[in-house]
């Protein structure tokens, strides 16, 4: 099945700085790559996803790149805020195989930006 | 729209004691999901339904059963709770199988003891 490592574990900023979270998969059939925040005590909620088809998604501050060569996906903060501080998790999911219609998340980033 | 809903909240058992965690949608969602969060785990999946009438195992099923009540609620059953239980539980929904988006619930906090 699928396999997903995220990096780092902790991140520490300065507000106004910029933030990066790195992803590697295994399955090369995925082709879905959603990235969740959680504030504390919070449901987990979709910011932004990436389907294997595009390269790079932007939504504002927040970015996705992708490198299906290499299996390894980036969320990408700018200008970082305080109310960024949360924990992030990254997904994979695959159109077909034992992984298809699930996701499998990596063990999760807690960011902190310190005003 | 209430969207995913979870219950109880918080939840306290001894070993050995059984309990069922709740989860309903109003999205008319086909497939539904529950996963526990452990501290450095991210989320692991436990169980899912596809589709109304089917469920199946998921990454780590042990210790647990579930049932897909109807097309709105699924349900999360432990039948002789151990302290390894003691997590998060989330319950996510989704509008199809292979729909990718999921929709949490706000999550069920349970101590085992």
Redesign the interface.
């Known amino acids: 099945g699928e396999n997903v490592e995220q990096h780092p574990s902790t991140l520490s900023v300065q507000e106004g700085d910029s933030a990066v979270i790195k992803c590697t998969y295994s399955d090369s059939a995925s082709n879905y790559f959603p990235w969740y925040k959680q504030e504390l005590g919070k449901r987990p909620q979709l910011i932004i996803d990436i389907r294997s088809n595009v390269g790079e998604k932007k939504d504002q501050r927040i970015a996705v790149t992708l490198n299906k060569t290499a299996k390894h996906f980036s969320l990408h903060i700018t200008e970082t805020q305080p109310e960024d501080s949360a924990v992030y998790f990254c997904a994979a999911s695959a159109a077909g195989g034992t992984s298809y219609g699930k996701l499998t998340f990596g063990q999760g980033t807690i960011l902190t930006v310190h005003p | 729209n209430a969207g995913v809903t979870q219950t109880p909240k918080f939840q306290v058992l001894k070993t050995g004691q059984s309990m069922t965690l709740q989860c309903a949608q109003d999205m008319n969602h086909n ?1 539904m999901y529950w996963y526990r969060q452990d501290p ?6 436990i169980y ?1 339904s ?1 589709s109304e009438g089917t469920t199946d195992k ?2 780590v099923p042990n210790g647990y059963n579930v049932s897909r009540l109807n097309k709105r609620e699924f349900s999360l059953r432990l039948e002789s709770a151990a302290p390894s239980q003691t997590s998060v539980y ?1 319950c996510a929904s989704s509008e199809y ?2 729909s ?8 069920t906090r349970l101590t085992v003891t």
Do not use: V
């Not at chain 2, 450095?40 to 999946?45: F, N």
């Not at chain 2, 990718?100 to 999550?107: K, L, R, S």
């Open positions: 497939s450095g785990m991210g989320l692991r999946l899912y596809a998921g990454e989330f199988w292979g990718y988006e999921q929709y949490f619930g706000p999550g």
